[in-house]
């Protein structure tokens, strides 16, 4: 059987998902057995962008997406790389959804340059110089830069996409579960997120339906720095807010195993098409009464930042705000 030919493009990322691959270990060694990279850039092969661009059509039999969409570069080598691979799957929430640059979305270009470049205490720019994607420097030098596009995008905002995987960064140990269902062609229909379809807190040893135990509403509100959590008590019925009900289990509770609230990095659970949606729908039903969402309130004065704090470029809230604009 001929090897699998694999691709890996770094859009808009962090690269932490491309350790979450690396982190395989021994496992990775065998998958490599049956893939062969083809490209892998900028962080990993010695490739180029020319390099990708000069192949074939459908050369790439499966290729995965790291990052979202920011600059002219995500989305031209994007669009390269759909055109040039059999299977285009985007991997991690920033690929998939948008991620923690996609908060970027309630801001304006101009007000995010002038935090980055001018009101920053740090910063001394009296001239406003900002980047820019053409500059002729000593009238011989043509420099360029990608372009800063107005808004944060998903890869399917860009193009078709063919499987989904959460998590930021994606656990290893599913990781590899999604790497083995590749490699032996035991993939979902199209379109479908690469998942294990259980929600955070079905895989959560605080889970009170998992001690027979009935779920109570919550009275308290609380943030983390308000105290340390009981490490043996839901969360969520301490007050701390943790959207462990709607998110993909995929990480094995990773972050409530070390006292830490969900915040839905992982993707929506099956059936749910706008994570934020569902989230304040969900906590706005435990809440115990008027003066517990009154708290909600105080403790989270923007609550867009927490319930889409990975998920506003692919929610629907991000799309209707084009479409109104529009």
Known sequence: ??????????????????????????????????????????????VKYKDLEAMEDNFIDVAFVDGMVRLSEHEHMIKVLRQKS??????????????????????????????????????????????????LLDDKYDLTLPEFLDKVRCVSDIVDVDYFVGGCPPHHDFVAGAVEAIVSGNLPPKGSWLTNGKSVCDVC???????????????????????????????????????????????????????????GCGGPIPGVKDFGAKCIGAIGSVMGDADAAKKLMDKYPNLAKLFYRYSLPGSYVGRMKDELKG
């Not at 491309?18 to 065998?30: F, G």
């Not at 001690?211 to 720095?225: D, M, N, P, S, Y």
């Not at 308000?226 to 008590?233: L, M, Q, S, T, V």
């Open 86 to 135: 059999k299977i285009l799957v985007a991997f991690g929430i920033c690929a998939a959804l948008g991620g923690i640059p996609g908060m970027a979305n309630l801001h304006t270009r101009d007000e995010l340059f002038k935090q980055a470049y001018k009101d920053t205490f740090s910063t001394e720019n009296p001239d406003d110089v900002y980047p820019q994607p053409e500059y």
């Open 205 to 263: 040893k605080r889970n009170p339906a998992r001690k027979g135990e009935a779920r109570a509403l919550i009275t308290e509100v609380k943030r983390t720095v308000d105290g340390r959590p009981d490490p043996d008590i839901c969360l969520l019925q301490q007050g701390y807010l943790c959207l462990g009900a709607m998110t993909q289990g995929d990480c094995g509770a990773s972050c409530l195993n070390v006292n830490m609230p969900c915040r």
């Open 1 to 46: 059987m001929s090897k699998i030919k694999f691709g890996f493009l770094l859009a808009g990322g962090c690269a932490g998902c491309e350790m979450a691959l690396v982190d395989l270990s021994e496992k990775l060694v065998d998958a490599l057995e049956h893939l062969e990279v083809v490209f892998w850039a900028p962080t990993v092969a010695d």
